[in-house]
């Protein structure tokens, strides 16, 4: 299928993970793509352009952003994944974190959304799909910061979905429950007990795993998609079932 031909995309956070899975599967669906990430990639994909970028700074994102409209001929999509994890509760985080993971996760997402606007108002396929989490549905214990700013973004999806509609811009979020990304990996790595750790996220997803990163592509995928045309406002989970079952363990 081959869906994105013709169009450019932006992906944040593309160096590894979901958006690295994601930048795969744009790229051989015939999308131009351009990641921003302060990481180079572990494995770079043929074609794709890698950005340096901070989307802290509003300046950084704003240059990046024009560089890529520049390199690609325009901007029709803008995948917003960049993040990053926090754990405890609302005890254990002090100010400094709560601005860093809000400033990253949800701050991030409007700076490379302003930037890329202007480009995507002239796009015919128009698209923004941010990266929130199961988390914005359900409470999960020792998440409070990360569950807030993701929470956040879901929020922050509707708000720029109603702004945007009439500009032809569709915002979706999609929300994956845990996934076997490196951060998952780093939570495993420092946790008392990787094994018991791992036991317990995939046990508390009805369907018995935890949720590939290719799965979550796909999903963000579809929302990006110009056969998607009439979505917008829509938050899809890609969770094992943890937001909508109630399933007794065996």
């Given amino acids: 299928m081959r869906d994105f031909e013709g169009l450019s995309a932006i992906v944040t956070g593309g160096s590894s993970g979901i958006g690295h899975a994601t930048t795969k599967t744009l790229t051989a669906r015939g999308a131009k793509v351009c990641v921003l990430d302060?990481?180079?990639?572990?494995?770079?994909?043929?074609?794709?352009t890698y950005l340096a970028c901070d989307i802290q700074s509003r300046n950084a994102v704003?240059?990046?952003?024009?560089?890529?409209?520049?390199k690609m001929g325009g901007i029709d999509i803008v995948?917003?994944?960049?993040?990053?994890?926090?754990?405890?509760?609302?005890a254990d985080g002090d100010d400094a974190e709560w601005h860093r993971v809000l400033d990253i996760?949800?701050?991030?997402?409007?700076?490379?959304?302003?930037?890329?606007?202007p480009y995507l108002r002239k796009s015919k396929h128009a698209s923004i799909v941010n990266v929130?989490?199961?988390?914005?549905?359900?409470?999960?214990?020792?998440?409070a910061i990360y569950s807030a700013s993701k929470g956040a973004i879901y929020s922050l999806t509707l708000a720029m979905a109603s702004d945007h509609v009439r500009e032809g811009i569709r915002v979706n979020c999609v929300l994956p429950g845990t996934a076997d990304t490196p951060?998952?990996?780093?939570?495993?790595?420092?946790s008392a007990d990787p094994v018991e750790t791992e036991r317990t996220l995939k046990a508390r997803q009805p369907m018995g795993r935890l949720v590939s990163a290719d799965e979550v592509a796909f999903a963000i995928s579809y929302l990006a998609?110009?056969?998607?045309?009439?979505?917008?406002?829509?938050?899809?989970?890609?969770?094992?079932?943890?937001v909508g079952l109630r399933v007794p363990q065996a």
């Fill in 38 to 48: 302060l990481q180079s990639p572990l494995s770079a994909i043929a074609g794709v």
């Fill in 132 to 143: 929130s989490s199961l988390v914005a549905m359900v409470g999960l214990p020792q998440r």
């Fill in 183 to 190: 951060w998952v990996g780093r939570l495993l790595a420092n």
């Fill in 62 to 70: 704003n240059g990046s952003v024009e560089e890529a409209a520049k």
């Fill in 225 to 242: 998609s110009p056969f998607a045309s009439s979505t917008t406002g829509t938050a899809l989970g890609v969770d094992g079932g943890s």
């Fill in 105 to 117: 996760n949800v701050v991030g997402t409007a700076r490379v959304s302003a930037a890329a606007l």
């Fill in 79 to 90: 995948i917003n994944n960049a993040g990053i994890g926090s754990t405890g509760s609302v």
